[in-house]
């Protein structure tokens, strides 16, 4: 039995084809002008503005939403983030960063960057941060091929020429503050005068170090100059404390002795005024005044006389003794005879 053939299709004939030229026409300028209309119209986020090119020349600058633009590569259109904050990081990296150009990726290149000599010839270990914001879209786009690379280079140059003037004990200790400013005033002047259109917000050092095989005794420097300031403070703080005394107190005895010295003259002006008067006083009564100045000595030397003897030259051979102020430890022995009397014992 013989195998059976498929039926064959017959071939349709070209002279039968019809073309129409007017349709396939409109199909195809339908297809230009709506793609023409979708790529005519560009969004703009918020945070960002677009630099309009015509032909590879400037031409706008536009505004965030929706804006229009000809089709078909006339115009071409670079969006720029004016309104966040952008950084750059020197010796060191934040993996999973946005901008490409925020670190360094090449370990090596990495290493490089952070190494730095100091103006007393000392290598340290450097990293740190710049901030910064597009300031200017036009110049940003149109003045460098690629801005934020020249950015790098700058700030990596006016880094080291800050650091190369300074001592390592500035870079590593005091002098963090200062560098800082002076980096950011570097940077910014060179930006401004190249008109890269940005705006240097923030230089901050981080990690500042001696390099490692030289760790250990910059650490031991660190530590005796620490001690040194220490026992300068204790020692400034001990001097606060006894010279303000030691004057105080050579205020008090000056003001004592003044106060003193008051006391006796005008004790002696009272004892000359009290010597005048009596004086007067002699002059006019002199057997009167003569008995009270003599009573009133007694008054003031027999209270502190421990004990008294009282001679009465009227009585002829003995002399009677009173005590006036009882005293146990006094004991009078005898009575002494009145060698002042001029009369003879019977």
């Known amino acids: 039995m013989a195998a059976s053939r498929p039926p064959s299709l017959p071939f349709p004939n070209p002279s039968n084809l019809k073309i129409n030229p007017g349709r396939i026409l409109g199909v195809v300028t339908a297809l230009i002008v709506g793609i023409g209309l979708f790529s005519s119209f560009y969004q703009v986020p918020a945070s960002s503005v677009a630099v309009v090119q015509r032909f590879g020349k400037y031409l706008d600058t536009t505004q965030p939403g929706l804006n229009f633009k000809l089709p078909f590569g006339i115009d071409d259109v670079t969006q720029v983030e004016i309104r966040r904050q952008l950084k750059l990081e020197f010796g060191y990296g934040t993996r999973g960063a946005n901008n490409e150009y925020q670190y360094n990726d090449d370990y090596e290149e990495m290493a490089r960057e952070r190494n730095m000599v100091t103006g007393d010839l000392n290598a340290a270990v450097v990293e740190w941060v710049v901030q910064f914001h597009i300031a200017n879209a036009r110049d940003f786009v149109f003045n460098f091929i690629e801005p934020q690379s020249t950015l790098r280079d700058m700030s990596e140059a006016v880094m080291r020429e800050v650091v190369g003037d300074r001592s390592i ?84 005895n000056i003001s004592q002795a003044e106060g003193y010295a008051t006391q006796r003259v005008n004790q002696a002006q009272g004892d000359a005024s009290r010597f005048t008067a009596l004086l007067t006083e002699y002059r006019k009564a002199t057997e009167v005044t003569r008995k009270r100045i003599y009573l009133e000595t007694l008054s003031e030397v027999l209270p502190t006389i421990p004990g008294k003897i009282i001679i009465d030259d009227r009585v002829p051979q003995f002399l009677p003794l009173m005590n006036l102020k009882p005293n146990p430890a006094a004991q009078v022995p005898f009575a002494a005879p009145n060698t002042n009397s001029s009369r003879n014992p019977r």
């Open 169 to 252: 004990d500035e870079v590593l200790t005091v002098g963090r503050q200062e560098i800082e400013i002076k980096a950011l005033e570097g940077m910014q002047k060179i930006a401004s005068t190249l008109n890269m259109g940005v705006h240097i917000d923030q230089v901050q050092l981080g990690n500042v170090n001696p390099p490692a095989e030289v760790k250990d005794s910059f650490d031991e420097v660190n530590r005796a100059q620490q001690q040194k300031e220490s026992a300068i403070n204790q020692a400034n703080g001990e001097y606060n404390r006894v010279i303000p005394e030691a004057r105080g107190i050579a205020e008090q």
